[in-house]
């Protein structure tokens, strides 16, 4: 999976740069340079998002609408082509079905707008903030739109009707920086403000459910975990990253970068590690499994590069199709720590890995282990009941968790499917009312032809 990261070079231009972690560093992909000016490809890009199918990266711009690019960073094209409709984008996500993107900045009126890529054209606006957009996301599997600005307040839009569901207003007046809806639980609404406070809402009764942190250093981000249930991460200026569970009044789990504001974040899809970005140019990928309150960044760090001369303001990670829907287990705490896909190959397993690679290299085949010559083998040293009693054992408790986590594997896998067919019958659904509206139009065009020509002298 591929990291997007926006920020800035050397001389203050802004930049996007794809990296790829690998066995046992970062490989820079690609990077795209631009200046502030009007004239530029790309402009001042301010946020990004990888669309569902990972083909395309979306960035938002100061001056150029939403920017399209290939994930060597090729151009694909704007939207909308006209960059004066949209004004800057400071948000952007896409549908489930890659279809729509939305974008959320400063035009007058209009601080969301869904763009339809398939008809190249405006699907929906939305409006309602004072002091425009500054975050915006996708929520109730596709069907809604959470936004939030410099007022503090979070509009929760209904994306098909077009009307207003929820406005959430907090208890003190604070700029919105960040908004997260759940997977699992979609009426769920976390947001991160200016002053530092951290706050979830049920979006369906319209409330406040609790606030998770208090006032404090600046929290500029937040996000929900994509695999554990509850538990959200959030980086603050003062250089914590945190990991708490809503249910929780503490946090589970947090480290603190010295000498330097942490200003972005992005989970890997796993949950296993978030990778964070620093007002000094850092990207730094940490298991989020080593995380408590005294750990040290070292200790969780599984990789760290100088993505950019100057900040780092906006992470956006690739997300596994759904075809190759892959599961991992919740995020443990302690010594035995689970295999991730983002742990670098000379951490996993290690002993098991140099005895294999110690026989390939030397021409000798694995050895094949023989339950009749083990048992003979080891009798002699502990005695074979003994042996033969704590070996099975160890079989029937791997099985055990062998078939649990395959249970696991596909009650979680049934879940997506079902989502995926959720999303799929919704699309279809809404393609049919398209379809009756364009006859219906079609119909009355018609229909006024014929009465022009009747109503015409011959």
Same mark, same amino acid.
């Given at each position: 999976? *591929? ?88 948000? =952007? ?54 936004? $939030? ?5 979070? =509009? ?32 769920? *609404? ?40 509850? *538990? ?27 000498? !330097? ?15 964070? $970005? ?64 983002? !742990? ?42 003994? *042996? ?71």
């Amino acid at each position: 999976m *591929l990291l997007a990261s926006v920020g800035r070079s050397r001389n203050g231009a802004s930049e996007v740069r794809i990296h790829a972690p690998e066995a046992s560093s970062v490989v820079l992909v690609a990077s795209s340079l631009a200046s502030s000016s009007a004239n530029d490809s790309l402009g001042e890009a301010l946020c990004a998002k990888w669309s569902p199918t990972n083909g395309a990266l979306a960035v938002g711009t100061a001056d150029r609408g939403c920017v399209l690019f290939k994930p060597d960073l090729t151009p694909l094209g704007y939207v909308p082509e006209d960059a004066r409709e949209i004004g800057e984008v400071h948000a =952007i996500d896409f549908s489930a079905g890659s279809r729509f993107l939305a974008a959320g900045g400063s035009a007058a009126g209009e601080e969301v707008v869904v763009w339809d890529l398939k008809r190249k054209r405006k699907h929906r606006a939305f409006a309602g903030h004072e002091r425009g957009v500054t975050t915006m996301k996708y929520g109730g599997f596709g069907r809604i739109i959470g936004s $939030g600005g410099g007022s503090g307040t979070i =509009i929760v839009h209904d994306v098909e009707s077009g009307a207003t569901k929820a406005k959430l207003t907090p208890p003190t007046a604070s700029g919105v920086n960040s908004v997260d809806f759940s997977q699992y639980a979609p009426e769920n *609404l976390v947001s991160a403000y200016a002053d530092g406070t951290v706050r979830l809402w049920d979006t369906e009764a319209g409330q406040l459910t609790s606030t998770l942190t208090v006032r404090g250093s600046e929290c500029y981000q937040v996000a929900f975990s994509p695999t554990t249930p509850g *538990l959200v991460g959030y980086v603050k200026s003062d250089g914590r990253v945190v990991l708490q569970d809503v249910a929780s009044p503490t946090p589970s789990g947090a480290v603190t970068f010295k000498g !330097t504001q942490v200003t972005s974040m992005a989970w890997h899809y796993s949950g296993f590690a978030l990778a964070i $970005g620093t007002s000094d140019g850092r990207v730094s990928w940490l298991d989020t499994r080593k995380m408590s309150g005294g750990t040290q960044v070292s200790q969780c760090q599984l990789y760290e590069t100088n993505a950019h001369e100057g900040g780092v303001y906006a992470l956006a990670w690739q997300q596994p199709l759904p075809q190759s829907f892959q599961v991992e287990s919740t995020p443990a705490r302690g010594d035995n720590i689970p295999d991730s896909p983002m !742990t670098p190959l000379a951490d996993k397993s290690a002993g098991l890995i140099h005895k294999d690679s110690h026989h390939k290299q030397n021409g000798i085949p694995p050895p094949e282990l023989d339950r009749q010559e083990l048992h003979l083998t080891k009798s002699s040293e502990t005695g074979s009941s003994a *042996l033969f009693s704590e070996l099975s054992s160890l079989v029937e408790g791997a099985v055990e968790k062998l078939g649990s986590d395959i249970s696991l594997r596909v009650r979680d896998l049934h879940l997506e499917l079902l989502r995926q067919h959720q999303l799929q019958q919704e699309e279809n659904a809404r393609m049919f009312v398209e379809l009756h509206q364009t006859q219906r139009e079609m119909a009355d065009e018609i229909a006024a032809l014929r009465a022009e020509l009747k109503n015409r002298p011959h």
